[in-house]
T-cell receptor, first 118, second 109 residues
Framework: GAGVSQSPRYKVAKRGQDVALRCDPI?????LFWYQQALGQGPEFLTY????????KSGLPSDRFFAERPEGSVSTLKIQRTQQEDSAVYLC????????????????FGPGTRLTVT | EDKVVQSPLSLVVHEGDTVTLNCSYE??????LLWYKQEKKAPTFLFML????IEKKSGRLSSILDKKELSSILNITATQTGDSAIYLC?????????FGTGTRLQVFP
């Protein structure tokens, strides 16, 4: 596709509900990243995939957060038993480069999913 | 702990003014520094800087990296109302970007 797309764009969940956020990266991009952006803050890293392999999940805030990319393309970020502190914009980014190859990592971002937990 | 600090946090100017946004970093595994512009949606890529002292330029925007001072600046000349946005600085530390909190720029006519 022309750019990174994410769905839904907005999600309201009641506390305790499970949610699933989808990311479609730019076609052919091998690297995919998830970030969480709280109001008034810069994005914070959650997790990173290279193809279908999840190489870094150090930023996931708790075991309620789970991400997958089973076929190395579309990715889903799942949040179980949502809490109010999970309210944020969730950004997905993709990159054509293998980050460990010493080549610059220019990431392209999607529009984000704004999650509000009530 | 890796960190990126941007200043000022907020800037209000009139059209035609020139602005300079600052970014400083302390990270363990620097590979590059990136600037993004964020309006009400996705951050859009502006520049990627890897070498010290080499200015990158795109229209009225320019940026330069100083690896000795662990910092970068983003300059915008002859600002326009369309430049109003949050400008994010990020450092690539190999498998992730570490972002600053951003500088909110407002340009009034």
């Amino acid at each position: 596709g022309a750019g990174v797309s994410q769905s839904p764009r907005y999600k309201v969940a009641k506390r305790g509900q499970d949610v699933a956020l989808r990311c479609d990266p730019i076609s052919g991009h091998v690297s995919l990243f998830w970030y969480q952006q709280a109001l008034g803050q810069g994005p914070e890293f959650l997790t990173y995939f290279q193809n279908e392999a999840q190489l870094d999940k150090s930023g996931l805030p708790s075991d309620r957060f789970f991400a997958e990319r089973p076929e190395g393309s579309v990715s889903t970020l799942k949040i179980q038993r949502t809490q109010q502190e999970d309210s944020a914009v969730y950004l997905c980014a993709s990159s054509s480069t293998y980050t460990l190859a010493g080549v610059g990592n220019e990431q392209y971002f999607g529009p984000g999913t704004r999650l509000t937990v009530t | 702990e890796d960190k990126v600090v941007q200043s000022p946090l907020s800037l209000v100017v009139h059209e035609g003014d020139t602005v300079t946004l600052n970014c400083s970093y302390e990270v363990t595994n620097f590979r590059s520094l990136l600037w993004y512009k964020q309006e009400k949606k996705a951050p859009t890529f502006l520049f990627m800087l890897t070498s010290s002292g080499i200015e990158k330029k795109s229209g009225r925007l320019s940026s330069i990296l100083d690896k000795k001072e662990l910092s970068s600046i983003l300059n915008i000349t002859a600002t326009q109302t369309g430049d109003s946005a949050i400008y994010l600085c990020a450092v690539d530390i190999t498998d992730k970007l570490i972002f600053g909190t951003g500088t909110r720029l407002q340009v009034f006519p």
